[in-house]
């Protein structure tokens, strides 16, 4: 199986290849840069140079699975949010449409499913990632959808829940734990045309995400 991570050196996108490298693959790792290139390569994976905002139709030539976890991040603007978060996750949706791809795993975000019920300040994100996911449910795609809360660098908890906790301050988890989910969902044809928020929790992959 041949799996494209888009967003592969960002924080998730390395945290899979070095799970994905562990299960005995070699994931496509579609990077901006040469220096990135030569990094995923050291981390097991297959680099191919590529833009969200040009013609990346080739990267996924040969894949069976797609995963997007770009994301333009909080140094630039909304404009880039609109280009790459949403319109360059849509452009991935027809991509992988396109190359027959069986599953598209979106990490979307929690508040995606409802802008208007969470902060004005991240609205517009959540617009953006709402839009992205619109595009992959009405696409035809088969896809899984995950909605993460506020991302930390902590250590795996292999523990998670689809159950939005209650406190604010509680709605968190570890991108190494997102990096899991993430394989756990590759492997689990069961979890293919499914949405599923997720947070740290008490629940095994298994148990949370079927
Ligand atoms: N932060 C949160 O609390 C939070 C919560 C829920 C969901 N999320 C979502 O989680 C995902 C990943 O999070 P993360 O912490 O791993 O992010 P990250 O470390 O910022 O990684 C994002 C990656 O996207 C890449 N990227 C940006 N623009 C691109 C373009 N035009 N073409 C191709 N790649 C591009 C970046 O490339 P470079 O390395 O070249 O810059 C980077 O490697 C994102 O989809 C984000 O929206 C975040």
């Not at 603007?77 to 027809?94: C, E, R, S």
């Not at 795993?105 to 019920?117: H, I, K, Q, Y």
């Not at 996911?133 to 250590?155: E, F, K, M, V, W």
Request: aromatic residues 6%; charged residues 25%.
């Amino acid at each position: 199986m041949t799996t494209l991570i888009i967003g592969a050196h960002g924080q998730i996108g390395q945290l899979l290849i070095k799970t994905l490298v562990a299960e005995g693959e070699t994931p496509r790792a579609m990077v901006r840069a040469e220096a990135q290139a030569q990094m995923v390569k050291d981390l097991g994976a297959e680099p191919v140079i590529a833009d969200l905002e040009g013609d990346f139709q080739s990267a996924l030539k040969g894949c069976d699975k797609v995963v997007f976890t770009a994301g333009s991040g909080a140094k630039t603007g909304p404009d880039k949010t609109i280009l790459v978060d949403m319109w360059g996750a849509m452009k991935a949706v027809d991509a992988a449409k396109a190359a027959g791809v069986s599953q598209f795993v979106m990490v979307s975000s929690r508040g995606a499913e409802d802008p208007e019920a969470g902060p004005a300040k991240i609205k517009h994100y959540t617009v953006c990632k709402k839009l992205a996911d619109d595009h992959l449910l009405r696409s035809g795609q088969p896809y899984t959808i995950l909605r993460p809360g506020r991302l930390t660098n902590d250590a795996a908890e292999h523990k998670v829940t689809t159950q939005w906790p209650t406190e604010a301050d509680n709605q968190w988890i570890p991108r190494e734990d997102v990096a899991l989910a993430i394989k756990h969902c590759l492997k689990t044809p069961a979890t293919v045309g499914k949405v599923y928020p997720l947070f740290h929790g008490e629940l095994s992959f298994r148990e949370a995400l079927s």
